[in-house]
Every structure is written in C-alpha cells, then in structure tokens.
C-alpha cells in the first residue's frame, strides 16, 4: 500500500455484526470487491449486554476506548478492560461483553492468523513515525490531533503509506499489520 488514506469517523455508516447483536463502523480493511478481507479495523459500539460474533481463523485485539470499562468473558475466563488497555483472542472462541458505562466503543483489529501478525502501540506527545513495508494505522483519540499538517478529530484514522515518515502530534493508537514470514519492521516512532 503506497498511497495514504484519511477516513473521517464520523461519516462512517453503522454496520450490523455479523451475528446482528450490534454494529460498528470499518475504519480500513483490504477487502475485496465480494467483502472477503484478511484484515479489518473497525469501531464497535457496544449498547448492551451481549455474545461477540465468531471468526473462525480470525485472531482478534480489541481496544477499549471508553468511556469506563467493559467485562468480557473469553471462553469461560472474566476479564475487566478499561480505557486505553487491549486484549488478543482467537475469533472462534465464544465471547461475552457487559458495558460498565454508556456509549462505550471499542477499536478491533481482526486478521488471519495464517497471514499477518499484529500490534498496538499508545502514542502521546509529539512523535515522528518511520514505516516499512507493513500496514501502519493511527487512530486519533481527542479533538486535537493532526498528522503532518492534516487535523484529525476523535477516532478519524490515516492510514500511514510505506517506507514514509510522518509527523504526529496528539494521542493516538498506532496499529501495525505485518505479514508472516516477512521481516518485520517495526515502525519507530521518535
């Protein structure tokens, strides 16, 4: 991917999960023209006590991003995630959540587990972000955030191109997505 993209999060259209328990919005995927993808970043909103969808071959990391916590349970094991902490777990496995707070959204990166690995990276402050070939997604997380000299507002997202260097200041996740097998380059940022 060479060519960077800027999604405005909030003229993304709500979409059903796939089990119609909820909806959430795709921030980027590399989806095709039927919708297959091997990758996926979304926003859920999560309203009301609820079962996850399951992906099988899918590893999934959720993000919390508040407001408050939610308590998940994955495959039988109970686990409170607030704001700004992230859990990994396998797309088949069944998986519950509970909103301790209203409005509660939380950031997924979904991915085959064959095909890429995957990172989250909190950024705060000023920081200079250097790319290889990997997917590298940031995810602004307040009203004053921009990238070189593009403002970005609360969960708007660019999708970084490779082998570029970018100029960040506010509070953001950085999302990285290496293919297996491939040397991996972790994105630096300064």
Known sequence: MSVASLVRYASLPAQPWKNGKG????????????????????VAEI?????????????????????????LTISGHQRRLHTGEHVAFDGDEEVTVIP?????????????????????????GTSHISTGSEINILVALDEDC?????????????????H??????GSF???TFTPLGETHHQSTAL
């Open 47 to 71: 309203s009301q006590p609820q079962p996850y969808s399951q992906y099988p071959e899918i590893r999934r990391i959720q993000v919390a991003l508040g407001p408050g916590a939610i308590d």
């Open 23 to 42: 909806v959430s919005r795709t921030l980027f995927s590399d989806s095709d023209t039927q919708g297959a993808w091997t990758w996926k970043v979304s």
């Open 164 to 169: 570029a260097r970018v100029d960040v200041r």
């Open 146 to 162: 921009t990238t070189d000299d593009e403002k970005l507002s609360r969960l708007d997202s660019y999708l970084i191109p490779s």
């Open 173 to 175: 996740h950085l999302l």
């Open 100 to 124: 301790r707070s209203p409005g509660f959204l939380a950031l997924n990166l979904m991915f085959l587990g064959d095909r890429w690995d995957a990172h989250v990276e909190a950024l705060s």
